[in-house]
């Protein structure tokens, strides 16, 4: 009878193991159902892959909430986008999933290139943006109809870039991370703010902002005070404005207000009524973003957005603040893959270079277009 209650433990031992092994494969599959869980969405942006989980050793090192970081890619800055996210995946140990939004040309290339050994334990998804969306919105000048990039307008479309999140990223591709990005994801957003970015005025860089361009980071250095429209709004004209390059959103919020249809709105005014200023510090995408969130907004640490890096104010940083800085933007004419940018090496340590070498030809171009 021992050897018989012996076998008896022998089996019930075995099917524990085996229901246990089951369980977790089950939990496994779930999870792997789970991230594979984009559905389609109005927008026409189609997911078009992701990546399976990391392997096991590192899903243990991350911690498990996800952390939904949006950034756009168009070809020729494609290289920017790969240093930014090797820069986060690096500085963190949490599970940060990208959304690469891009358009279909482009898909291959950056496939290709995100294949590198250097790249294969970032979480991502690829998504196709379409240009339509942008029809009536946007004025296209038949002469320069290759200044419109359809990208720079995907940081409106968030809920449907992220539409299981709650909050997300976004960031420019002209950025370099140095600390923990899961420290800008927890910055606190006030109740009925959709979202938090940088203010000019208050922030650490405009110390060294370039003389002459007063007007830059207020309100009426991007929208035009001689129109009834604009005026009617009675928003000061020396409010600060805010650098829309990196910000934080809070997901619930921005459905609830509706912000997409709200910026939508001011664009397709901006066609016929041309509310936006003309001494324009070059961003278009940004005075809708002005009037939608006019005292509606939340502030990120300056450290989180240390800009003016392409401009040639940046060459006044030291380089202990450099250091210092949590996250470095090269907004402004010198980007850091033309190397005449200020600290083009810090972002030159996390670049990965092109498989096609295209990049690389980009890259030599813009050096002997800034030479000039």
Known sequence: S????????????????????????????????????????????????FIPAAPQRLA???????????????????????????????????NVVFHIVTLNDTVEHLRLWLSNPALK????????FDPRVLEGKVQVDPQKADTLKPLTFARFYLPSLVPHAEKAIYVDDDI??????????????????AAAFSDDCDSTTNKVAV???????NYIGFLDYKKETIRKLAMKAN??????????????????????????????????????????????????LLIVFYKQHSSIDPMWNVRHLGSSAGKRYS??????????HWNGHFKPWGRTASYAEVWEKWYVPDPTGKFSLIRRHSEAYEAK
Not at 19 to 43: A, I, Q, T, W
Not at 121 to 128: A, F, K, Q, W
Not at 176 to 193: A, F
């Open 121 to 128: 334990n970032l979480r991502y998804r690829i998504l196709d």
């Open 176 to 193: 370099i991370v140095q600390d923990d990005i899961l420290e800008l994801y927890n910055t606190p957003l006030k109740p009925g703010h």
């Open 60 to 94: 243990d090192e991350r911690h498990d909430k996800e952390i939904s970081v949006v950034i756009a890619a168009s070809d020729e800055r494609l290289g920017g986008a790969i240093a930014a996210m090797n820069s986060i995946y690096h500085h963190t140990r949490s």
């Open 2 to 49: 021992s050897k018989f209650s012996v076998n008896i433990s022998i089996l019930i031992v075995a099917v524990v193991i085996f229901l246990l092994v089951l369980h977790h494969n089950f939990l496994g599959l779930s999870d792997f159902l789970k991230r594979e869980l984009s559905d389609s969405n109005p927008l026409g942006l189609q997911p078009i892959d």
């Open 211 to 217: 003389r002459g361009a007063g007007n830059q980071y």
């Open 239 to 288: 409010t600060c404005s805010f650098n829309p390059g990196v910000f934080v959103a809070n997901l619930t919020e921005w459905k609830l207000q509706n912000i997409t249809k709200q910026l939508e709105k001011w664009m397709a005014l901006n066609v016929v009524e041309e509310l936006y200023s003309r001494t324009l510090a070059g961003s278009i995408t940004t005075p809708p």
């Open 319 to 328: 380089p202990q603040f450099v250091k210092a800085a949590k996250l470095l």
